[in-house]
Structures are given as C-alpha cells and as structure tokens.
C-alpha cells in the first residue's frame, strides 16, 4: 500500500509563496494521475490541481496561473508551488490519486495559512 506524506505548509502573508511536497513510499507512484487537495475550516474539500504520470496538468479556475503542480517519478515525489497566495487559499493540503476514489491513505495534510 502506498503511504503519502506532505509537508512544506506554513503561515505566509498574501502575496507570499509556499511549495508544498508530497512525499510517496512507492514507486508505483509514478503509474498514477496525481492531485492536490485541499479543506477549509467548515468547507468541503477540494480538487485543486492534476498531474498525469505524464506531467499533463490541470488546475481548479481559482489558482490558475498562481499554482503550478509538478513531480518527480524517480523520487516519488511530487510538489505544488503556490505563488501569490491569498487568505481564501488557508487550508489544510492533502495529495491523493485523481479520483481519490481510487487513491492511497489519506496522510496528515499540511497546514497552509495565508493571513496579514
């Protein structure tokens, strides 16, 4: 079973940046279309971009050109750069496979907190 662990969250003030990494234990890994997710306080959690096993890449209309999903198959691991956060992108960041439906254990997350 494929174990994921996030990390690079942080408190940063709008307009800040951030690179979160995803952190796989297999390198199955490499087979899968890959996404960042993320939860609000009190909201639903959300898609927030993809990345095929080929690097193809998609993204949820509100961090277009701010976000950019990458990753690296011969580490297992992939990252999310988050450039020109706002406060409406605080949340907790979860990766998983896309549809998560199909995906790991879900790992701890990684706090992202954007305030002044």
Known sequence: QVQVV???GGLVQP???LRLSCAASESIFRLFTMAWYR??????RELVATITSGG???YVDSVKGRF?????NAENTM???MNSLKPEDTAV???NRNPSTYGFAWGQGTQVTVSS
């Not at 939860?39 to 639903?44: E, N």
């Not at 950019?68 to 690296?72: C, E, G, L, N, P």
């Open 39 to 44: 939860q609000a306080p009190g909201k639903q």
């Open 6 to 8: 996030e990390s690079g």
């Open 79 to 81: 990252y999310l750069q």
């Open 93 to 95: 960041y979860y990766c």
């Open 15 to 17: 307009g800040g940046s």
């Open 68 to 72: 950019t999903i990458s990753r690296d």
């Open 56 to 58: 193809d890449t998609d």
